[in-house]
């Protein structure tokens, strides 16, 4: 006896749709060109600092000369040799080091209580929030006349007290600016639990709340001690006896600015990009 088997009707094969091509414009090519331009823009007066570091100098009083007269590592060699110019870069480490480190903890203890608390548990909130906006947006000459009458009509001698009291007063708010977008999304409920476990207030904050907002709190260091070691203006009005990095080298202009000041600029420069990426790589390792 004969089976007949009829075949099973095979399924069709999908159609592969090939992806429709986008036709090629030159508007795609515009973002990164810009993009790439202000880079250029930006990055042209370092790239200047840094070559003319190793320019040869002509004359007999060494000075800043933007005519390529010949490479040379001298200025490198000779870095604490112009009259003045180290003492007052190391001013200005010591007076950037200070007001970093007392802007951080006073503007990070600011930021967590105004995230923390309420209106109706902090009175002026809205009054500290406001004040913090105006230190920011207010122009530095406008800071540095107020302060310079307030230390004049107080008697206080100008010098590296007032530029301390100056540099942390307005570093203070973009300290706290920056921690606290770093608060705004923190998980209370990390620290209610380490409450639970019986840890106090001060060891929650050390072991739970530090290290999480470590990262904003880095970011907001490192704006401080480039704003500290970069000012010029409030620094010109308050300093007196201390004369800080820009303020000399403002000074300097009037007779001729020594090519040291590109090789303080190129070390500034370079140690500020390794903090930068080291910042980065805290955050990435915190996130």
Not at 13 to 25: G, K, L, S
Not at 153 to 170: K, P, S, Y
Request: proline content about 6%.
């Amino acid at each position: 006896m004969s089976v007949l088997t009829e075949s099973a009707p095979t399924a069709a094969a999908p159609t592969v749709v090939p992806p429709e091509r986008r036709p090629r414009h030159w508007g795609r090519f515009v973002l990164p060109t810009y993009s790439w331009l202000v880079i250029a823009y930006l990055v042209f007066p370092i790239a200047v600092m840094f070559v003319y570091s190793f320019n040869r100098s002509v004359g007999g009083v060494p000075q800043v000369s933007f005519s390529w007269n010949g490479f040379t590592t001298l200025w490198y060699r000779e870095w604490n040799s112009a009259p003045g110019l180290s003492a007052s870069f190391w001013l200005s480490i010591r007076l950037a080091v200070i007001a970093t480190i007392v802007s951080a903890i006073l503007g990070t203890l600011l930021a967590i209580a105004l995230v923390r608390y309420r209106p109706k548990q902090f009175h002026g909130k809205g009054v500290i929030e406001q004040i913090l906006f105006i230190n920011i947006a207010a122009p530095e000459i406008v800071m540095g006349a107020s302060l310079l009458g307030l230390f004049v009509t107080f008697n206080i001698g100008r010098g590296f007290l007032t530029l301390v009291l100056a540099h942390v007063m307005f570093c203070i708010a973009y300290v706290t600016v920056t921690v606290r977008a770093r608060l705004a999304g923190f998980d209370r409920s990390l620290e209610e639990a380490s409450y639970d476990l019986g840890a106090g207030p001060l060891t929650t904050f050390r072991r739970i709340t530090l290290p999480m907002i470590m990262p904003g709190v880095l970011a907001g260091a490192l704006m401080a001690f480039a704003l500290s070691i970069d000012d010029f203006i409030t620094s010109n009005f308050v300093s007196g006896t201390s004369t800080p990095f820009p303020v000399l080298i403002y000074a300097s202009t009037r007779v001729g600015i020594p090519p040291q000041v590109f090789v303080f600029g190129t070390v500034i420069f370079s140690v500020g990009i390794l903090l930068a990426l080291s910042s980065l790589v805290i955050g990435r390792k915190g996130t």
